[in-house]
């Protein structure tokens, strides 16, 4: 076969503990939701359009429920272009040859958005404060390392290939993890930030067991002119990885199951599994490399690879994930050593083997398998187009619990064109029982991506702590628009309820809280509460290092509710001369929106609570509170520390500086700055924060950027 990118078709807690996910989001999935019950937070659009008209950009949900079957559909014309203006009435879609209700009808057209980026820079400002408020509208890839299949020599290909695919076709509106198969600690949950994915990228590292045949061959040659034939000493550490990269993949299939309205991709960069998957019985299948005293142990090991394997694949159908192989080698060749024993073609039966799972793997889910090519373009491009425009088909169906495979069929009824949609899924083989009573903010907690509905928006400021820990302080605004209020003899009261957890990167939980804001106000102060939502500030100690913050909310008056997540870096404020705590903005604007502040570290040092908004009004002030933390204060010195602000075009429209002496530091060994920035004479748009500290012993200075508006 001529080397190519081969397009395949689709087939068929509470308290502190310690989890040991492949990744985050397989953890809090595992570890929220109880064995047996169904998920449910927005159930699938019902008929979202009237009939004949299609809905665009679907709202995500996440949703676990065996009777509601979802399909996506992509469909060409003659010359293979994109068609994109069917309705739901040109769909049939048919369930094992009986013809379906389809209850969800979306077209799907994500665009590639780039970065903006103010005009005077050459990178974005990373942003300093999370929210929900934008629906998401984008692509999703779990992108999947397998460090058990790969040779650590050619880990940097992995590397390369998985850089590249980030980089160049990871738009700024998508979202991606990067999950390493090998190791938890180092994994990346679902994030924007290209900047976080590729340095969980850069710390791959693959551990591939020596070439089975090499090990056969190394065997004859020891016992040549005894009774003992060939064994590969490594079987069965060798079968070991190949579970553990199988659960690991089905783990990943699990945590992104319940998403519904976006197309789930895995982009799978692996070598292939490294067994003789063609010989289960002994044999030591029809075309024997050598002759193998281990045959039966390895045939045991391959029969419960392919088991193992099955229920994979299965599971990805019932999810409708489609798994993208990437074989980082490019065209790569098995080199036979010379003389010995070794039979012609040995090692390029293994890596044809070793192929054959990655092309499997695609095949079965409806993804391609981009395999013996050099040129990974193609084969990315694919996957961009793949989940930037399509159908999706939702309908309800009866449950059912037989295990068996039921064919999906979708037709056309406008003629010359072609569709392209998964044959077909695999039911669950015996009933779940029934759902528990639903638990709203555990099942926020449990979905693999953050939810829109209840308004939230968060920031985290983070200060040295005692000893070599930090403080970190949550800043959480409640958008008020959608609040369900109570009146009473003209009072109006609601509650909303908070819940939220921060996991390190090995999963461990560190921080597992609750909060109720139980609240009441005359009816005059009811637009305010609309117009400006409500704030609440609490704050913990954490050990340095990278967590993920969820947060979750409902309003108990039967309003909406949503979820929010963020990737939180804990510095150490130890390491090196100077560093620097994270700003801490407020405005004069700030107590318009009511506030219940439980964090008392920062209370009479700014004028106000810290806001998580940054578009402010002409003529507010701010007030930005920072540490700079000198830790060669012991040497007689100076700092010097600016505060900037530029406009969009690198105008500056601000700046102040001062010097702090050494025999200054004081608290928490460092230097407290709070500067008061005026915007009155400021013009409304985009601006630039900085605030830079430079020592006068040299080194490195430290400094921290915001972006913010002026309207």
Do not use: C
Request: hydrophobic share 40%; charged share 25%.
């Amino acid at each position: 076969m001529s080397p190519s990118t081969e397009g395949v078709k689709s087939v068929p807690r509470a308290g502190r503990g310690v989890i040991r996910p492949a990744v985050v989001f397989a953890t809090v999935l595992a570890v929220l939701t109880p064995v047996g019950r169904a998920q449910q937070t927005t159930p699938p659009p019902s008929r979202p359009a009237a009939a004949g008209q299609a809905a665009s950009s679907p709202q995500l949900t996440f949703r676990l429920e065996t009777n509601y079957v979802e399909v996506d559909a992509t469909v060409t014309d003659a010359r293979g272009n994109l068609v994109r203006d069917l309705t739901r009435d040109d769909f049939e879609v048919l369930e094992d040859r009986k013809p379906q209700v389809i209850d969800a009808f979306s077209v799907v057209n994500i665009p590639v958005e780039r970065a903006d980026v103010p005009l005077y820079r050459t990178s974005a400002v990373p942003p300093d404060v999370v929210t929900n408020s934008k629906p998401f509208q984008g692509r999703i890839y779990a992108i999947v390392l397998d460090a058990n299949h790969v040779q650590p020599a050619r880990s940097v290909y992995v590397k390369r290939t998985a850089r590249q695919f980030i980089e160049k076709y990871m738009a700024a509106n998508d979202l991606a993890a990067v999950v390493h198969i090998g190791r938890d600690d180092i994994s990346q949950n679902f994030t924007s930030n290209k900047t976080l994915l590729l340095a969980s990228v850069d710390k791959f590292m693959g551990t591939e067991l020596r070439s089975a045949v090499l090990n056969k061959y190394d065997s004859v040659a020891m016992t040549a002119g005894t009774n003992f034939g060939a064994a590969d000493q490594d079987a069965e550490e060798r079968g070991a990885k190949a579970q553990a990269t199988i659960q690991a993949l089905r783990r990943t299939v699990d945590s992104v199951a319940g998403l519904r309205g976006r197309r789930k991709t895995l982009v799978y960069f692996s070598e292939g599994l490294d067994l003789n998957l063609d010989d289960t019985t002994g044999s030591n299948g029809p075309a024997p490399d050598l002759y193998n005293d281990n045959s039966l142990i390895e045939a045991r090991i391959a029969q419960q690879t392919v088991i193992n394997e099955q229920a994979m694949l299965e599971a990805a159908s019932r999810a409708n994930v489609a798994i993208y192989s990437v074989d980082p080698r490019g065209l790569a060749t098995s080199d036979s050593p010379t003389g010995g024993t070794l039979p012609p073609g040995a090692l390029e039966n293994e890596l044809r083997r070793a192929r054959d799972t990655l092309r499997t793997f695609s095949e079965q889910t409806g993804g391609i398998a981009t395999v013996n090519t050099s040129d990974f373009d193609d084969g990315f491009s694919r996957i961009v187009e793949d989940n930037s425009s399509y159908y999706v088909l939702g309908y309800h169906t009866e449950p059912k619990h037989d295990g068996k495979f039921h064919d999906i069929t979708v037709r056309l009824k406008r003629p010359g064109l072609q569709v392209r949609a998964r044959k077909g899924y695999y039911a669950l083989k015996r009933d779940p029982g029934a759902a528990a009573p639903p638990d709203v903010l555990r099942d926020l907690l449990a979905s693999p991506l953050q939810i829109d509905g209840l308004g939230l928006r968060a920031t985290s400021t983070i200060l040295r702590g005692a000893s070599a820990r930090a403080l970190v302080q949550f800043t959480v605004e409640v958008a008020g628009g959608g609040l369900v209020f109570r009146e009473t003899s003209g009072s109006f009261a609601d509650k909303v309820e908070l819940s939220f957890i921060a996991l390190d990167a090995s999963g461990k939980v560190q921080v597992n809280a609750k909060k109720t804001l139980d609240f009441s106000f005359h009816a005059a102060a009811r637009q305010m509460i609309v117009d400006n939502g409500i704030r609440f500030l609490t704050e913990f100690d954490l050990a340095p290092g990278r967590y993920q913050v969820r947060l979750a909310g409902r309003d108990v008056g039967g309003g909406p509710s949503g979820s929010l997540f963020w990737d939180l870096e804990v510095p150490n404020f130890a390491d090196g001369p100077l560093q620097m705590s994270t700003l801490a903005i407020t405005s004069s604007n700030v107590n318009a929106t009511p506030t219940i502040n439980e964090a008392v570290t920062l209370k009479g040092v700014l004028p106000g609570p810290t806001s998580a908004g940054r578009t402010f009004a002409v003529g507010e002030q701010l007030a930005v509170y920072t540490e700079v933390y000198d830790n060669d204060a012991a040497r007689p010195h100076t700092v010097d520390v600016a505060t900037m602000v530029h406009a969009d075009d690198g105008t500056q429209v601000f700046s102040s500086s001062v010097e702090r002496s050494s025999k200054d530091a004081a608290g928490r060994g460092g230097y407290p700055m709070l500067t008061r920035i005026p915007l009155d004479r400021v013009a409304p748009g985009r601006y630039v924060l900085t605030v830079e500290a430079r020592s006068r012993l040299g080194g490195e200075p430290v400094k921290r950027e915001v972006e913010f508006q002026v309207r």
